[in-house]
């Protein structure tokens, strides 16, 4: 069984947005829910990359990590 928190990484300073980057920011924004927004996150060898659907992930295990469709190590709430 996957884990339900994922291993964390140490955070980079961002340097370089500004206050109005941040004001244009929110309108270009929306706010969803899992239920309204699909995200797959590939496990496998720590990778915690985030794909849109289950086909995109599939293709990404296949082509990056050489792998069949092995579903337990896609971490989703939408299913």
Request: with cysteine; aromatic share 4%.
């Amino acid at each position: 069984m996957l884990p339900s928190v994922l291993p964390s990484n140490i955070g980079i300073q961002d340097t370089s947005t500004t206050p109005e980057d941040l004001k244009a920011a929110l309108t270009r924004g929306k706010v969803t829910s899992p239920q309204e927004t699909a995200i797959f996150i590939c496990t496998l060898q720590d990778c915690n990359r985030l794909f849109r659907s289950r086909e995109r992930i599939i293709v990404h295990q296949k082509r990056d990590h050489a792998s069949g469709e092995d579903v337990s190590q896609i971490l989703t709430w939408n299913e």
